[in-house]
C-alpha cells in the first residue's frame, strides 16, 4: 500500500472518474397544480396564531395598565403542566397559614376598629413563615422591620442629641448676650458731657459699655462663645444630614423587599409589607427610591406615566388579587359549560398572575386534570401538523372538538383538508407521468406528495404501483440507483439488460456510455497486465496499472490488482519514493534524486516514470545546450 500512495504522489492523480455527471441545469419554472407546501424556516402553526396554545405571545400580562413580564415562556408552560398535576394546597397546615396572612393584613390594617397594631402584627409573622409555601417571605418581612426599627431608633437618638445641643447653643448665646450688654469700661465713670463743663445742676454722664481689649464684645470669652455657637451649628447640620441619609437607605432597603415580591407575585406579602412600611415611617414620604432607568421604573412611568410609589404597589396588588378571583370565576363558569379552551385560557392567565394566591392554589384536582386532558391534546395536535402527519392530526382535532364545545377547529380543519389534497393530487400527477413514461417528472411528483404529507396512504398504493411495473421501469430505476451509488461495475456487468431499458433517454444514454467506454478501457488493460504477469513482467505490468490508475481513482478492481502487485515490486516504488523524497526537498537534492532515480531504471530498464525523472534531474543539473549529450552521456 504504502508503495501505491507513493507512485500516486510521483504521477499526480487526475479528477477523472469512470462516469463524470454533467453540470447541474437550473430547472425551468413550471406551471404546477399542486399546492406549495409553506416554508420550513418559519415554521408557523398552519391554523394560525389565534390559538395560543396556553403559550402567550406577549409573555406579559397587564395589571391596572401597568404590564408585568412573566419571564421565559417555556418555564411558565412547564410550571402551569406541574400545577395541572398537583393536589390542591388545602391541608390543615395550608388553611392555617392563610389564616395567620389574614389575621396579620387584619391587625396593622388602618380600619381596623382600635387601630394598626404593630408590635402585634409583628408577632404573628415568625408563626407564618414556617409553613413550606410561604418560602420564608414573612421571616425576611420581619427581618426587614426589625432593621427599619433599629435605624429609626438611631435616628430618634440622633434627633435628642441634637436637642441637647441646641438647649447648649441657647445657653450660650444667653450668656454671651448678657455680658456684651452688662459689662462696662470702669476708667470712663467720670466722663463729662462732650463740648465742655458741665453745667451746675445737670445730671453725670452714665457709664459705656466697655470698648477696650479685654472686656465686653472685644473679650476673647466673648469670642470663644461664637466660634462654640457656630460648632454646635455645623454638629447640628450634620445630625440632620445623617438622619436624612440614613432614613433613606434604610426605606429602599425595605422597598426593594417590595418590588422584589411584587415581580414574584407574592401580592399578599406586599400589601403586609406597604402596611407595616406606613406604621413605620409616617412622614408621608412614599416613593420607591429605585433607578430611573431600571426595568422596573419603566414598568410603571411606561405604563401608567407616573413614579412608583408604596401606595402603587398596594393598589397594583388588591387589582391583581381581584383579577385573580375574577379569572377563577370565569374559569369555573366556562367548565360547567364544557367550554375547556376558554377554561384552559382563564386558568393559564390566573396562574401566571396569581400563583400563590388561594383561589389558584386551592383548585380542585378533578377540574385541573380536565384542563391537563385537553392541553396536552392540544399541544400533540400542535407537533403533529407540524410533523405533517395529517391522519394523527385529524384524530386529534376530532377528539378535541368533542371534548371541547368552543374548541376553534376551521383554521385546523383547513390546513388539514388543503394539505391532504395537495398530496393527493401531486401523488396522482406521478402516476399519470410514470404510465408516460416521464419517470423524472414522476419522481419530483411523488417527492412532492412525500414533502407534503409523509404518512400518506396513498403513497403505500404508489409503492405498489412501482413494484408492479414492468421490467424496463425496474431496469430504468435500477440504473439510476446504480448510478447515485457509483456502482459503475454492476451497469458494466448488466449493460445488456439495461441498455434497452434507457434507449431514447439522452441524460441516460451519455452516462452508460462513459460508463461502458471507460471500463472497456480498464478491461483491456487489466488484460494486458495479466500477461505482462504470466511473463514474469510485473514491473512493466505495475506501471501499466499504474498510469491507468491516474485516470480512474475509483475503480475498485484496478485499485484492487495494484494492492497485489505492489508487494512483487516494492524495491522499484521504494526508489522511485526516495528520488521524489530528494526532488521536492527545500533545495533540491537533485543529485541524490537522480541517483534514487537510476537505481529504479537499474530495477525496470523499461520504467516510464524513472525515465521521466532522470530527464527532469538532468535538466535541472545541466545547461540546457549539453542536455542532450549529458543525456545521452547518463544512458
Keep these: 500500500m504504502k508503495a501505491l ?13 469512470v462516469y463524470t455527471p454533467p453540470a ?56 402551569f403542566e406541574k400545577y395541572l398535576s398537583q393536589p390542591p394546597e388545602d391541608t390543615g397546615a395550608a388553611s392555617e397559614y392563610r389564616a395567620n396572612i ?16 404593630l408590635v402585634q402584627a ?43 445641643i441646641e438647649q447648649e447653643k441657647q445657653r450660650i448665646m444667653k450668656e454671651g448676650d448678657w455680658a456684651a450688654r452688662h459689662e462696662t469700661d470702669k476708667s470712663l465713670g467720670d466722663a463729662k458731657p462732650q463740648g465742655g463743663q458741665g453745667k451746675p445742676g445737670q445730671q453725670a454722664p452714665q457709664n459705656k459699655p466697655a470698648e477696650n481689649p479685654g472686656a465686653g464684645t472685644q473679650s476673647l470669652q466673648y469670642a470663644n462663645t461664637l466660634r462654640r455657637i457656630a460648632e454646635i451649628e455645623a454638629l447640628k447640620k450634620a445630625n440632620i444630614a445623617r438622619t436624612e441619609v440614613q432614613t433613606v437607605q434604610t426605606k429602599a432597603q425595605y422597598q426593594v423587599n417590595m418590588i422584589q415580591w411584587f ?10 409589607a406597604a402596611r407595616f412600611y406606613n406604621q413605620i415611617w409616617k412622614d408621608g414620604d412614599s416613593t420607591l427610591r429605585i433607578d430611573k432607568n431600571s426595568d422596573v421604573a419603566k414598568l410603571f412611568s411606561q405604563s401608567v406615566g407616573v413614579n412608583p410609589t408604596v401606595s402603587s404597589l398596594d393598589s397594583l396588588s388588591n387589582e391583581a388579587i381581584r383579577e385573580v378571583d375574577k379569572y377563577i370565576d370565569a374559569f369555573d363558569l366556562m367548565l360547567s359549560r364544557n367550554e375547556l379552551h376558554s377554561a384552559s385560557q382563564r386558568l393559564m392567565e390566573a396562574y401566571a398572575l396569581g400563583e400563590y394566591l388561594e383561589p389558584v392554589a386551592t383548585l380542585s384536582l378533578d377540574k385541573k386534570q380536565r384542563v391537563a386532558a385537553y392541553v396536552r391534546d392540544l399541544h400533540e395536535l400542535y407537533g403533529t401538523l407540524q410533523a405533517r402527519d395529517y391522519t394523527k392530526a385529524k384524530e386529534l382535532a376530532t377528539r378535541l372538538k368533542t371534548n371541547a364545545r368552543d374548541f376553534p377547529s376551521s383554521k385546523v380543519d383547513s390546513a388539514i383538508a388543503g394539505y391532504s389534497l395537495a398530496s393527493d393530487l401531486a401523488i396522482e400527477e406521478a402516476k399519470a407521468h410514470l404510465l408516460s413514461k416521464n419517470n423524472d417528472k414522476a419522481s419530483e411528483k411523488i417527492k412532492a406528495a412525500t414533502e407534503i404529507w409523509p404518512t400518506n396512504p396513498k403513497l403505500d398504493e404508489f409503492r405498489k404501483m412501482i413494484s408492479n411495473a414492468g421490467p424496463m421501469v425496474v431496469a430504468r430505476n435500477d440504473f439510476d440507483r446504480l ?29 452508460f456510455k462513459q460508463v461502458i467506454s471507460n471500463l472497456t478501457k480498464i478491461e ?26 491516474t485516470t480512474f481513482p475509483d475503480d475498485p478492481k484496478l485499485g484492487r490488482e495494484l494492492e497485489l502487485l505492489a508487494p512483487n515490486v516494492a524495491n522499484f516504488t521504494m526508489a522511485l519514493e526516495r528520488a521524489r523524497q530528494f526532488e521536492e526537498r527545500t533545495p533540491k537534492q537533485t543529485g541524490s534524486a537522480l541517483s534514487w532515480y537510476l537505481k529504479a531504471r537499474n530495477i525496470f530498464p523499461q520504467s516510464k516514470f524513472a525515465e521521466e525523472g532522470v530527464k527532469r534531474s538532468v535538466k535541472e543539473i545541466l545547461p540546457k545546450d549539453s542536455s542532450s549529450a549529458s543525456s545521452r552521456e547518463a544512458e
Design 263 to 272: 415581580v414574584q407575585r407574592r401580592y399578599e406579602h406586599v400589601l403586609m
Design 24 to 79: 447541474p441545469v437550473a430547472p425551468k419554472a413550471a406551471p404546477d397544480t399542486t399546492m406549495e407546501r409553506p416554508k420550513e424556516e418559519k415554521a408557523k402553526s398552519p391554523y394560525g396564531e389565534e390559538i395560543p396554545m396556553l403559550d402567550p405571545s406577549a409573555e406579559t400580562i397587564t395589571i391596572g395598565g401597568v404590564t408585568i413580564p412573566l419571564g421565559d415562556n417555556r418555564i411558565l408552560k412547564a410550571r
Design 102 to 117: 389574614k389575621e396579620i393584613l387584619a391587625t396593622i390594617s388602618p380600619l381596623r376598629q382600635e387601630g394598626p397594631n
Design 524 to 549: 483491456a488493460s487489466l488484460g494486458k497486465a495479466a500477461e505482462f504477469s504470466k511473463m514474469g513482467q510485473k514491473y512493466a505490468a505495475y506501471e501499466q496499472l499504474a498510469e491507468l490508475r
Design 483 to 511: 448510478i447515485a451509488e457509483g456502482n459503475y461495475r454492476e451497469i458494466f456487468k448488466r449493460q445488456y439488460e439495461l441498455a434497452p431499458a434507457i434507449q431514447g433517454d439522452a441524460g441516460r444514454e451519455d452516462a
Design 122 to 164: 409583628f408577632k404573628k409573622l415568625p408563626s407564618a413563615g414556617t409553613y413550606p409555601g410561604d418560602a420564608n417571605i414573612c421571616g425576611s418581612l420581619a427581618e426587614a422591620i426589625y432593621v427599619a426599627m433599629l435605624a429609626k431608633k438611631d435616628v430618634n437618638g440622633l434627633k435628642l442629641l441634637n436637642d441637647s
Design 5 to 17: 500512495s507513493t507512485l500516486f504522489l510521483l504521477t499526480g492523480i487526475a479528477s477523472a472518474q
